[in-house]
């Protein structure tokens, strides 16, 4: 493995292992001096990247949970009173969501609590039968399956898009291409189609983010992820937050909730209305 | 104008990619033309062109159903319906004159004492009416099965029915049978008028039902104030 590889791959490792980006730069600093020094092989010096970042993690006592300082800004999407019926049954009952900029919101309830259905309301796919969303800012939304066009590649699919925000090719490529390194991903030359689970999942990801929307709505966008790469969605979820902008995510997964700072949980909703 | 554009590129792309779509596009309505061409050559002609008016209709059938999943997510990254129905609608114009060459210089090397000019005019308006009567029924009938069906009905109506009654002018491809008797049997050109009428107003009427369908489907929902 080379130098810069092995870096690159240690950089990511140790952002998994929660260390943060101060550290991390000074971590994968010294490693870049001492090779550069010795011209020694990081696998003879360090091992592994994953192996050196989690020692390195243990050193430090474990992952950085300390939320970062943030001051939460305006306003970006407010949900009121939220009310949809399917068939007589009552989905979803007067669900009220505020979202600022700067603010992570998380989406939680049981199987058929209306997740799906109350961020398609947000996202303007879906009427309710009562209530109403204001958005202030563009939005992006990442659904839970499909969203892609089975016969182009991801770069046409970064063009597509990117027209629709008012970006040209070049730059739609770029910013597409950018968003996909940040999930570890390169994109290929593949049709959608051809792509697995997963990997469409981070195009369809990426494709949410393109254009810098002021918000994000995310329906369980990680469906098909490794554990790294779920680990990667996180933080680049944080990174997103920390640059302002409101975030709503639909999630199962529990075990992230200590670091969103709202959470929306429509089973409640569900047993109140029963 | 860009947008239209890149929508239409991206849907041709898309089109041309589904090889084994294109050969069976390309080979279909040469059995129409090969059908009758053994017995009667006038015919032959009339057939190929509505072969052509289903092969299209088809085509643009299926490409509206498979674009519904990834509409709703160009309409929110910016684009408006009309871009989207346009760029579509371009793209398999674009398609339908590809198709249409080859069986113009087919009739042009095979046909003789023809209008040609006639025939152009049929695969002109063929193109027209097609592209947006596939994309209405995949607009109106979300499975693609109920839209072959109804296309099926259509066009094999339009195969059995008198040309003469007054009822078949209701059906969107009259037309090709009413200017194919100008081109192939020489009458007067009361038949090249009704014929291009019939086939104007249904080009229109179809392209406007399915901007209507399109911007009806994809309208910003009236809870949703976006600032």
């Known amino acids: ?274 | 104008m860009t947008r239209i554009l890149v929508v239409a590129e991206s849907a041709l792309r898309e089109l041309l990619r589904r090889r084994t779509v294109l050969i069976i596009l390309l080979l279909f309505p040469l059995a129409f033309y090969l059908s009758r061409r053994g017995d009667h050559l006038g015919q032959s002609i009339r057939f190929v062109c509505l072969g052509l008016g289903w092969a299209l209709s088809t085509a643009a059938l299926f490409a509206g159903s498979a674009a519904r999943g990834m509409e709703p997510r160009l309409r929110l990254s910016g684009y408006r319906s009309m871009h989207l129905v346009l760029g579509r609608l371009l793209a398999l114009w674009a398609v339908g004159a590809l198709l249409c060459a080859p069986y113009f210089v087919l009739i042009l090397v095979d046909q003789h004492d023809v209008r040609y000019g006639a025939i152009a005019l049929i695969m002109v308006l063929t193109v027209a009416v097609a592209v947006p009567f596939g994309l209405l029924l995949s607009a109106v009938l979300p499975r693609e099965l109920e839209g072959t069906l109804v296309l099926l009905t259509v066009v094999g109506l339009q195969m059995v029915m008198d040309p003469a009654s007054t009822a078949t002018r209701a059906l969107p491809f009259w037309f090709s049978r009413e200017i194919g008797t100008y081109a192939v049997d020489h009458t007067d050109s009361g038949y090249l008028t009704r014929g291009l009428t019939q086939g104007l107003v249904f080009a229109v009427a179809l392209t406007l039902l399915v901007v209507a369908a399109a911007a009806v489907r994809l309208r910003q929902r009236r809870h949703l104030r976006i600032a």
């Open chain 1, 1 to 274: 493995m080379k130098d810069n590889a092995w870096l690159a791959a240690l950089t990511g490792e140790l952002r998994r292992h929660g260390v943060g980006p101060d550290l991390t730069g000074h971590v994968v600093a010294e490693a870049a001096t001492h090779l550069a020094e010795s011209g020694e092989s990081p696998l003879r010096v360090f091992g592994p990247p994953e192996v050196y970042a989690r020692a390195v993690a243990d050193s430090l006592g474990g992952p950085d949970v300390r939320p970062p300082r943030r001051h939460p800004g305006p306003v970006r999407l407010a949900a009121r009173g939220i009310t949809k019926r399917y068939r007589g049954q009552t989905v979803l009952d007067r669900i009220d969501l505020t979202v600022r900029a700067g603010q992570i919101a998380a989406v939680v309830g049981a199987n058929g609590a209306g997740k799906s259905t109350f961020l398609r309301i947000c996202a303007g796919l879906l009427s309710p039968d009562a209530g109403t969303v204001q958005v202030h800012g563009a939005l992006g939304y990442c659904p839970q399956d499909g969203g892609t066009a089975e016969f182009l590649d991801p770069d046409e699919h970064f063009v597509l898009i990117g027209a629709g925000r008012g970006l040209g090719r070049a730059t739609a490529r770029r910013a597409g291409r950018a968003g996909a390194a940040a999930l570890d991903w390169t994109p290929p030359r593949t049709q959608a189609r051809h792509l697995s689970g997963g990997t469409r999942q981070k195009l369809n990801l990426v494709l949410a983010r393109l254009g810098e929307p002021d918000v994000l709505l995310l329906d369980e966008p990680y469906q098909g992820f490794d554990r790294g790469t779920y680990l990667d969605f996180w933080h680049e979820v944080w990174r997103w937050r920390d640059a302002g902008k409101a975030i709503v995510v639909v999630t199962h997964l529990l075990n992230q909730l200590d670091r969103v700072d709202i959470v929306l949980d429509l089973t409640a909703s569900q047993e109140r209305t029963a």
